[in-house]
C-alpha cells in the first residue's frame, strides 16, 4: 500500500510539474482527455520509479571512484537521465522534456517520493516490523537456528554516536536552551542517561582521542600534525596514510585489534576500532586491493535515488546557508572572524549534510542488521564551530540538526531486532578565541623565524612581536642597537626549523638535530629563540629537553621548572587547572615529541585561547573547554568512575588521577570495553606469543572478514579485547534495509 500511494503522489506531482513547466509535455500537440493525460503521467512516474530501482544502484557502485564532492552533481545529472528514458518509455510517444527541465522534474519527483516514503514509514510501526520479519525469514532461509541473529530478548548491542568537538558545557546549556530536546529528556528522565565529564591528554583533537578510544593507545600522539626526523616526514591524523600508520602503532603497542573487533561497524572515523564493517572510515582509505572497502557506506545510502537527490538538495542549500552566514558576519563586522570563502562552504556542506546522512542511515542499517558494536563520529558541530565561534548561533543550529539525528536514531532503536544501548560521547570541546595571527598580526612560523635571525615575510615584519624578536637577537649576538641584524645569520648547512600548528599547540621541530634537540643546542644556534618565544604575550608556556635539568617548562619572565616538579596551580602551568601538569609529563615521554612545544596563552576569566591555526574555535592543546568532552551513557550501565576506581583498587591501572574523574582517552576505551563485555558473556584471553609489532600494508585488519589477523601472526579467531566471538553470523552488507528507512533530510 506504501508503494502504491508513493506511485500515486509521484503521478500527482508529474501531473502538476507538467502544467508548470512550459518544456515538459505529458500530452500529444492535439490535447488528450483526462484520463489520457493521467494514464500517462502514472506511466511516466511508474517507468522512472522502475529505472531508479534496478538502474541507480549500479550507477551508484560504477561511480564510487568518483570523488564526493563531484558525486553531488552527478547525482542531478544521472537522475535527470533516467527521467528522460522514463519520458521516451511512454507509449504513443506522449512524453517530452527539454534536457535541463529533466534535472529539475526528477529532482523534485524524487524529493516528493522520498518524503511520501519517509511520512508513511514513519506514522506506521508495522512497516519496520515487516521488513525485520522478511529479513529474519532470509537468515532462517540460510542458516540452522543457531545463526540466526539476536532478537530483543538476547543480550543488547551498543551504539557509540560521537558528537565531535561538543563539549560538556556546551551540550549541557543546548540541552538546557532546548536545543537538544532529544538529550535534554535523556538527561531529565530518572531512568535515562547519566552525563559526565572527563579530561583529555595534552593533545585534545580527535587524531589522539579516537585512536586511544577505539584502540587502547594514543602513546607518542604528540599533536595533530608532528614531524618525525628519522623518516623526514609530516604524521597528520586527517591523511589516510598517516591515520593508516598511526592505528597500526597503536594494535602494535596493546596487541589488540580494537573496541569493535567482533560483529562492529565503524561509520564516519578515523580508525577502524578492528570493525568488520566499514564507512568512511580514513585509515582504510589508505588501503590497496579488496580489503579497500570505506566507501561502501556511499553505495548503501546513494543506491536509493531519493536519498541521493535529498542529500544533494540539502548539500546545496548547507552551502547557501554557509555564504549568507559568511556574508552577515563580514557585514556586521563580527570578531573574531577568519575567512570562509574558496572551498569551505563546500567542505563544510560535505561534513554537515554528506558525512551525516551517509554515517546516520549506516548506523540505522547497523542496528536492523542486529550488529553488537557500533562506532560512529558526526564531525558537523566540529567544523562549523572552527570557522564560526563554538557558541555562535550557526554552531547552534548545528547542535539542532544532530539531535534530530539522534531522535530519529533513538527511534528505529524501538524496531530494531535487538535492544540497543545508546552511548553519547564526545572526543574534545572548543575554546574559543581570537586567532594568534589576528591578534599580534605574524604567525607562530613567522615569530620562530624571527626569533632566529631568519627571514620573516614582508607583512610581518612591521609587527611590534618582530621588532622585539629582532632587538633580542641583537642582544643576544652582542650587536650595537644601530646594526641591523643579517637575515641569514645562522650556522653553515642548517635546515630552517618546522614549525607545525595543531589549534593553540605549536610544533617546533630542527631536521638536522639528530634527536631531540636540547635547550643548550637551542641556545647556541639561536640564543634568542626560547625567550623570545616564552616571553611573548600569546605563548602560555614551552616544554624543552635540558641537558642539564632534564625536560623543563619555560615561561614569562624566566620562569623555569623542570617537568618532575610541576606541579597545578602553580609556575608556569597555573591558569590551566588541574591534570595539566601530568598532561605535560606523559607527553614528555613521547619518543616523537617536538624539539619545542608551544601552548598558546589561556584567559580563565573569557575561556579564551590563540590558536596558531585560522579557527576562532581551536582544540589541540591545554585551556578551557577543549580539554573537557563528555560521555553520556544509559543508566544501568556500571559508572565509569566505579570503574576506574576498581582498576586502581585492584592495581589494574594508575593510582586515580589528581582531581580525579576519568582522565585520558585510553581510560574512556576501558570504559566502553568494560560495558560491552558486560553483556557479552564469559571472557576468553586471547594472545599471540611472539608478537612482532605492526601489521603490513597486505594483512587485514583483526576483524575484517570471517577471521582477522593479529599482526605478524597467522589468522585467529576474531577477537575483541580478548573476548571470544559470539556464536553467531554476522548480516552482510546487502542486507541492510537502507532504502526503507526513513532519511534524515537536511
Given at each position: ?16 510539474l ?13 490535447g ?27 550507477l551508484?557502485r ?7 564532492l563531484?558525486?553531488?552533481a552527478l ?14 518509455l ?22 516528493v ?50 558528537l ?50 577505539l ?7 604528540p599533536?595533530?600534525r ?5 623518516t ?10 598517516s591515520?593508516?600508520?598511526m ?33 568512511l ?8 586491493g ?46 573574531p ?6 572551498l ?26 542486529g ?23 550557526d ?16 527511534k ?43 627571514p ?26 644601530e ?8 650556522p ?10 595543531s589549534?593553540?599547540?605549536g610544533l ?6 639528530e ?40 615561561g614569562?619572565?624566566?620562569a ?17 587547572g ?14 616523537h ?22 579557527q576562532?574555535g ?5 585551556g ?30 594508575a593510582?586515580?588521577?589528581p ?44 576483524g ?5 589477523r ?17 556464536a ?19
Amino acid at each position: 500500500m506504501r508503494v502504491v500511494a508513493v506511485w500515486a503522489v509521484s503521478t500527482l506531482t508529474m501531473l502538476a510539474l507538467a502544467g508548470i513547466l512550459p518544456d515538459f509535455q505529458l500530452q500529444s500537440d492535439d490535447g488528450d482527455t483526462i484520463t489520457r493525460t493521467a494514464f500517462t503521467a502514472a506511466w511516466g512516474a511508474g517507468a522512472f520509479g522502475l529505472l531508479s530501482a534496478l538502474v541507480w544502484p549500479v550507477l551508484v557502485r560504477a561511480l564510487l571512484i568518483v570523488p564526493a564532492l563531484v558525486m553531488g552533481a552527478l547525482v542531478f545529472f544521472l537522475n535527470g537521465s533516467l527521467l528522460l528514458i522514463a519520458v521516451r518509455l511512454i507509449p504513443y510517444g506522449r512524453g517530452e522534456a527539454a534536457p535541463e527541465t529533466a534535472v529539475l522534474v526528477a529532482a523534485v519527483m524524487s524529493a516528493v517520493a522520498s518524503a511520501t516514503s519517509t511520512a508513511l514509514a514513519v506514522r506506521d510501526d508495522e512497516a519496520y516490523r515487516r521488513r525485520l520479519s522478511r529479513l529474519a525469514d532470509r537468515r532462517r532461509r540460510r542458516g540452522s537456528p543457531d545463526t540466526l541473529g539476536p532478537d530483543r530478548d538476547g543480550p543488547p548491542g551498543t551504539v557509540f554516536l560521537q558528537l565531535d568537538g561538543v563539549g560538556h558545557d556546551v551540550l549541557v546549556k543546548a540541552a538546557a536552551a532546548g536545543l537538544m530536546p532529544t538529550v535534554a529528556g535523556w538527561l531529565a528522565d530518572s531512568t535515562g542517561h547519566r552525563l559526565t565529564p572527563w579530561r583529555t591528554d595534552w593533545s585534545s583533537q580527535t587524531g589522539a582521542s579516537q585512536l586511544a578510544i577505539l584502540h587502547g593507545s594514543n602513546h607518542d600522539i604528540p599533536a595533530f600534525r608532528w614531524y618525525e626526523k628519522e623518516t623526514r616526514t609530516v604524521m597528520v591524523s586527517s591523511r589516510p596514510a598517516s591515520a593508516l600508520e598511526m592505528q597500526r602503532r597503536a594494535i602494535a603497542r596493546t596487541r589488540d585489534g580494537g573496541l569493535l573487533t567482533v560483529d562492529g561497524a565503524s561509520r564516519g572515523n578515523l580508525f577502524s576500532g578492528g570493525a568488520g564493517q566499514l564507512a568512511l572510515v580514513l585509515s582504510m582509505a589508505a588501503r590497496r586491493g579488496k580489503g579497500r572497502r570505506s566507501r561502501s557506506g556511499y553505495f548503501a545510502y546513494f543506491s536509493d535515488p531519493a536519498n541521493a537527490v535529498r542529500t544533494a538538495l540539502s548539500f546545496a542549500a548547507e552551502v547557501g546557508r554557509e555564504i549568507g552566514q559568511s556574508t552577515r558576519a563580514r557585514v556586521r563586522k563580527v570578531t573574531p572572524r577568519v575567512k570562509r570563502g574558496g572551498l569551505y562552504p563546500f567542505i563544510r556542506a560535505f561534513a554537515t549534510v554528506v558525512e551525516r546522512d551517509v554515517v546516520v542511515a549506516a548506523v540505522i542499517g547497523d542496528m536492523f542488521a542486529g550488529r553488537t558494536a557500533v562506532y560512529a563520529d558526526l564531525v558537523a558541530y566540529d567544523e562549523v564551530a572552527h570557522h564560526s565561534g563554538p557558541h555562535s548561533r550557526d554552531a547552534e543550529k548545528v547542535l539542532e540538526r544532530l539531535d534530530r539525528s539522534l531522535a530519529l536514531i533513538a527511534k528505529i532503536a524501538d524496531h530494531t531486532p535487538r535492544t540497543y544501548r545508546i552511548v553519547l560521547l564526545s572526543d574534545h570541546g572548543q575554546s574559543p578565541g581570537e586567532t594568534f595571527a589576528g591578534k599580534y598580526g605574524l604567525t607562530l612560523k613567522d615569530l620562530v623565524r624571527a626569533g632566529c635571525g631568519l627571514p620573516v615575510p614582508r607583512r610581518a615584519r612591521g609587527t611590534h612581536s618582530v621588532s622585539e624578536a629582532r632587538d633580542a637577537v641583537r642582544i643576544a649576538l652582542h650587536r650595537p642597537p644601530e646594526e641591523e641584524v643579517r637575515e641569514a645569520e645562522h650556522p653553515a648547512k642548517p635546515s630552517d626549523p618546522i614549525v607545525l600548528a595543531s589549534g593553540n599547540l605549536g610544533l617546533i621541530s630542527f631536521p638536522d638535530v639528530e634527536g631531540r634537540a636540547s635547550r643548550e643546542q637551542i641556545d647556541r644556534r639561536h640564543p634568542a629563540l626560547l625567550s623570545t618565544l616564552a616571553n611573548h604575550p600569546g605563548v602560555g608556556f614551552l616544554l624543552v629537553r635540558s641537558e642539564e635539568h632534564g625536560s623543563v617548562v619555560l615561561g614569562p619572565g624566566g620562569a623555569e621548572v623542570p617537568v618532575d616538579e610541576l606541579a597545578d596551580g602553580e609556575g608556569p602551568l597555573a591558569v590551566y587547572g588541574v591534570g595539566a601538569a601530568a598532561a605535560v609529563r606523559r607527553t614528555d615521554t613521547f619518543p616523537h615529541v617536538a624539539d619545542v612545544m608551544v601552548n598558546s596563552m589561556y584567559d580563565p576569566a573569557t575561556g579564551a585561547v590563540h590558536a596558531f591555526e585560522e579557527q576562532i574555535g581551536s582544540h589541540g592543546g591545554l585551556g578551557g573547554e577543549q580539554s573537557r568532552p563528555f560521555l553520556l551513557w544509559p543508566r544501568g550501565m556500571t559508572d565509569p568512575l566505579d570503574i576506574v576506581a576498581a582498576e586502581s583498587a585492584d592495581g589494574a591501572h594508575a593510582a586515580t588521577p589528581p582531581g580525579g574523574g576519568l582522565v585520558g582517552a585510553e581510560a574512556v576505551h576501558r570504559v566502553l570495553n568494560r560495558w560491552l563485555a558486560e553483556f557479552s558473556g564469559p571472557q576468553v584471553p586471547v594472545r599471540a606469543e611472539g608478537f612482532t609489532g605492526a601489521a603490513q600494508a597486505d594483512e587485514p585488519f583483526p576483524g575484517e572478514g570471517a577471521a582477522g589477523r593479529i599482526p605478524g601472526e597467522g589468522p585467529v579467531a576474531a577477537t575483541d579485547h580478548g573476548r571470544a566471538p559470539a556464536a553467531r553470523t554476522p548480516p552482510v552488507l546487502s542486507e541492510l534495509p537502507l532504502p526503507d528507512a526513513p532519511g534524515t533530510g537536511g
